[in-house]
């Protein structure tokens, strides 16, 4: 499944499947730069772990979705984004929706998308290319009747910390303080039904 979205130039902005192989490149980049910033931390096989922890079906239609942009057909970034259900990080009483946005066991409370894999090929970073990513993600994610988007970036990666802090999205840790664990983000689409 490859769905041109749109051109623009040397640009095209395709939804793929995980099993594309222009995704490869996208993985395997960001394996490396998991390898390189956080080799004290995860082991090889914790790396191989966490590069396939999510079954390919949460990332297509009609739950998730997984995105490319290419330049004369090579990806030099993309995104994904499947549904959210397990516990999450941050504080319960964060947000515009204190009450509402988690479970007492911490699980989203109302469906939740959750942004994965946002990639820019080194070459190709500081062209607003994420941005651009993270925009049609959401564009998806909201026409599939999301209200709300979590994510997590790792606390070596002050570039995504800025991107998400850019792009909109409210931190659910204090930003003064250092951390080890992943730093947890969400956005609010639209007010949870009742």
Sequence with gaps: MTVTISRQGNWEIVDVRLSDPRV???LEELAQEYSARYHDHLDEEELREEMVRYPAAEFEPPVGGLILILEDGVAVAGGAFRPRSEPELG????GAYPHESRTPDDRPAV???ELKRI???HAHR???LAAQVIEQLETR???LGYPR????????QPEA???YLKTGYTPLYEIADEYEEPLPFEKWLSAPTH
């Design 24 to 26: 490869t490149p996208m």
């Design 91 to 94: 504080e319960i009483d964060r």
């Design 111 to 113: 469906p939740t998308a």
């Design 119 to 121: 990639w820019t090929h």
């Design 126 to 128: 500081r062209k607003g």
């Design 141 to 143: 994610i909201r026409d």
């Design 149 to 156: 988007i979590y994510l997590t970036t790792g606390p070596r």
């Design 161 to 163: 910390e800025g991107l």
